[in-house]
């Protein structure tokens, strides 16, 4: 069923970020999406194209530059600093590198225990245990695991973890930055499937951040695709795997190499040249523009407009100019 009612507007959002010699990097430049009520969003581009420190900013761990994030209803940026850290509770991290996100000198009970501590819950001792007992095995482990150490663990072990750290505050929004990731291919799916699970018994809204196409398929139900601190395309997940229209989504699309060897070795890939611009200098007009196998003069005059093209499938190209 389509999710319709909105949990996080992001209106117009830039975070800039002051380097040396007066130079602003500009990693997130003037992003507007809606995220709604229990749905994933997947959140693609290649790295340094802005999309976790978006995800950053949408949560608070940065502050913006401009622009307003609305959760439920209410502008964060208006709400006083004990206000957000209320807030804060309702939205948590899961981060891509399980191996340095845990501290290693803290066993797994301490590791979850502190998120509980940090935000006030007022639970006793045994209640605090108990909660991180249901919340090791609502992650697939179990209570003999919370006297061990993070090295005790695996890598997508130690993801379950960071996934019941993350769930200790009873959130309603995770962002989960390229969670997987560092993991084997054949632990992948593991983790993707217990997100699934935990969003279907809790309710949870997910921004799902990924540096290619390949999983996030399986995950979101749309997706939007960013580049260089902007979102070049956002649709329905099956729209943009069945119809993608941004030159950029064609290119990450195609390099996601397709499991039947014969139809891998006829398959036409569209390799992209250099590797993404620097931020502090993007280029003219469309941002993509260097790298484009379709690039127009009037590409580098002007920058195309976010538009429309299909039923919920937006589009910055000058190749769909209406
Ligand atoms: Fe390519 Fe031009 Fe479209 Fe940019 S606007 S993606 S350069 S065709």
Redesign the pocket.
């Known amino acids: 069923m389509k999710k319709t009612e909105k949990l996080i507007e992001v209106k117009n959002l830039k975070k800039y970020f002051h380097v040396s010699k007066g130079k602003l990097l500009k990693a997130v430049d003037d992003i507007t999406i809606d995220i709604y009520k229990g749905e994933t969003l997947g959140l693609v581009g290649e790295s340094g194209c802005g999309k976790s420190t978006a995800g950053r900013t949408i949560i608070q761990l940065y502050k913006a530059t401009s622009g307003q994030v609305i959760y439920d209803g209410e502008d964060i940026q208006k709400k006083s600093s004990t206000e957000i850290k209320n807030m804060k509770k309702k939205m948590q991290m899961i981060f891509q590198d399980p191996y340095s996100s845990l501290n290693p000198r803290m066993t797994v009970l301490e590791i979850i225990s502190e998120g509980i501590d940090n935000h006030e819950f007022h639970y006793n001792k045994k209640e605090k245990e108990d909660k991180v007992y249901e919340l090791l095995e609502l992650v697939g482990l179990n209570k003999r695991h919370a006297t061990r150490y993070p090295h005790e663990f695996s890598g997508g072990q130690r993801q379950r973890i960071g996934i019941a750290r993350a769930l200790a505050v009873e959130p309603e929004f995770i962002i989960a930055d390229e969670p997987i990731a560092a993991l084997d291919v054949s632990i992948q799916a593991q983790i993707v499937n217990l997100l699934q699970e935990l969003q279907e018994k809790k309710g949870l809204t997910f921004l799902f951040i990924a540096h290619d196409l390949s999983m996030v398929k399986y995950i979101s139900d749309r997706i939007a695709v960013m580049y260089l601190g902007i979102i070049?395309e956002l649709s329905d997940s099956e729209d943009l795997y069945d119809e993608p229209f941004?030159?950029?989504t064609k290119a990450l699309l195609s390099a996601i190499p397709v499991p039947d060897p014969k139809i891998e070795r006829i398959r036409e890939r569209i390799i992209l040249e250099g590797d993404v611009p620097n931020p502090m200098d993007p280029p003219s007009?469309?941002r993509?523009?260097t790298r484009?196998p379709?690039?127009?003069d009037?590409?580098t005059e002007s920058v195309?407009k976010w538009q429309e093209v299909s039923s919920n499938h937006f589009v910055?190209?000058?190749?769909y100019n209406v």
Request: charged share 5%.
């Open positions: 070049v941004h030159p950029y007009g469309c993509f523009r484009c379709s690039a127009m009037i590409c195309p910055a190209c000058h190749l």
